[in-house]
């Protein structure tokens, strides 16, 4: 069951616990319009976000494809779905797959997901007024090439998805973590930046694109990273294959 969180005052946190790790989204309310960033894992995900959306225009913007941050959309009634371009592509290529094989793999426990591709897509980025807020969308490519943040400049917040994760974050087989590197140093850098809040582990300022930054760059060094003595199981086996993938790139 999904938890709400009221961080600031037109800012919630939806936050869910799923078997092997935890998950976080958004729901921002603007005075013309809502915005959920991201829906989770499944509708069921959404329903205690429903009452505070009421009938305001909604729009959905997904942080990037992967299934535990888009599977919730069709419980919402959402005017608007925005994602990055290849977050599009995504739904016509790995998303669907992803779905078919969960549900092989546990049977009867998706069924009711149905799966919602992004309806406006951009490239680099692109910014709404909400009515009193502003969202920035801003390209991030790095643990999947189709990642964004967005970044809220009224408040000094920045929704960061999975670009920063703690402990460590996850590197895919296709990940351009030069890139990747770069483009966080590019935010950690913006002093507008007082909040930085990922879909995975803590919330905190800055500092978190400086530990992942440290972090990517050991990776491509081939040294070694300091772990956290304790650490979800989870997490041992990202880092084992984030070794490999960056080794190999
Ligand atoms: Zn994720």
Redesign the pocket.
């Known amino acids: 069951m999904t938890s709400i969180q009221q961080f600031a005052s037109n800012l919630y946190l939806t936050e869910l616990h799923l078997d092997e790790f935890d ?1 976080r989204g958004a729901v921002i309310i603007g005075g013309k319009r809502a915005v959920v960033w991201d829906t989770l894992s499944h509708p069921r995900d959404m329903q205690p976000v429903l009452p505070l959306l009421d009938d305001k225009y909604t729009m959905v913007v997904y942080s990037h494809a ?1 299934w ?2 888009v599977w919730g959309t069709s419980a919402l009634r959402h005017h608007e779905v925005i994602g990055h371009n290849i977050c599009y592509e995504r739904f016509l290529n790995d998303v669907p797959l992803g779905l078919q094989e969960k549900k092989l793999a546990q049977p009867g426990k998706w069924d009711e997901v149905i799966l919602v591709p992004p309806m406006m897509t951009f490239g680099g980025q692109m910014q709404f007024d909400l009515g009193d807020v502003t969202l920035e969308l801003h390209h991030l490519p790095g643990h999947t090439l189709d990642c964004i943040v967005g970044f809220i400049p009224e408040w000094g917040v920045l929704l960061a998805g ?1 670009t920063v994760e703690t402990p460590l974050p996850v590197v895919n087989e296709d990940s351009p973590v030069e890139q990747w590197i770069s483009l966080l140093e590019h935010w950690e850098k913006d002093e507008r930046i007082k909040t930085v809040i990922p ?2 582990g803590e919330i905190g300022d800055r500092t978190l694109f400086t530990r992942n930054i440290a972090y990517l760059k050991t990776l491509l060094n081939g040294g070694d990273f300091d772990l956290p003595v304790i650490m979800q199981p989870f997490y041992h086996e990202t880092h084992a294959t984030n070794v490999e993938y960056t080794r190999k790139s």
């Open positions: 998950v992967d535990d941050h999975d879909a995975h």
